[in-house]
């Protein structure tokens, strides 16, 4: 899905911030990247903050006009910092990467407007839907290039949560057996060390299982735990 | 929750990603940055590219040690690019907002490392979970600011799409100097009872620690746990 996306950054004004919206997008795996008017580009600062996206930088499609980029698309998204009188139907940056994904085989295009301004009204009218990122109201305005993390990273997310999960712990899970035998020698050397009353272990017993069941043991650390009280039957005085 | 939440900036080296790491924090609704070692700091490219989030850099904590950053959290997530050789609690970003709305009236922090080589293994494991951002494994190294606006971002919109609570846990929770206070006491133990070799302890350590913290402990756990320690202590033969 994400090779027939293009980012589209209309009318940029800082080539450092089309440099890192590069990066932003490399990192999280899309490559298409159109500019519309760039006020300065190619440009030195772009490259320094492409940081190795360089790639994106050469095969970006400079356009002079809006339609020159997105013609062809089947599926246009407009970022929108502002609520806007005409109300549109709006989606969030997640909702925009479930939308995206959805349309496999489609061209899609996400625009994102210049530094001060945004997208115009005008601009904004030429898309299916208006994604707006979740912001404080206080202080709304987000830098172009993190605008262009946030909705890489949803659609990154959403094309990972196809793929099975990976979690795996490496390592073999101690036993019900293993964790018993544990527990019944850590209960000896306590009462041993006389910090465990042999009349009344339970309660301090059961806090140690509990938190011990909590993290999940596995064999090799039930054996460095078996191995300490080793060390400590060793060590301790014969009375 | 968020306003018991920071986020501590390790050995930043370039004083403009602090900046733009305020500006994201303060788009998103954070407040509070802690910052270890700044390379450079107050800046003027800091400032700049905070672009009116100022007042999150006058109010920024500054650190020597990255304890001092920590010290008094309970829930401790670090951002990790890496898979590292020992496998750690991991989450992605989404995770890591879910983990830090159920940790109510907790405090938490979630630590960055320095742009060109991240938090070290050590630094990694003084946390409960690492954060891994989904990136391209042809081209993974996330700009810190980048990084920093993808987690703020879940933040907010796990706010904005705020649960009720789940666990309560009821008994206060260890925090940051109680578990380091434990490991200290708990290596110098296992050195004593030569357990562990003083010279490479670390492995060890660090296979301790996951364990602990996975478990997440309360501060009643820690004090039985130090009170076995004082047994052992009390117990030992003199050489």
Redesign the interface.
Known sequence: VLANLRIVLVETSHPGNIG?AA??M????LSQLYLVNPKQFPHQEATARA???DDLLQHAVICSTLDEAINDCELVLATSARQRHLAWPTC???ECAALVHQATDKKIAIMFGNERAGLSNEQLCQSHYHVH????ES?????L??AV??IS?EL??AA?TLQPK?VA???PMANHQDMNAYYQRLQST?V????CDPKQPRL?MQ??QR??N????SK??VN?LQ??LS??A????TN
Chains 1, 2 share one sequence.
Not at 234 to 237: A, E, F, I
């Open positions: 890192a990066r932003a490399k990192n999280m795996g940081a190795g996206a969030d940056p997640r990122i979740p912001v404080e202080f709304s305005s987000l830098n290039a993190a993390q946030v990273y990154r997310m990972s990976i712990e490496s390592e306590l041993e060390l006389e910090f301090l806090r140690l938190l011990y909590r993290a999940r043991l090799t650390e460095i191995g300490i060390a400590v060793k060590n301790t005085k």
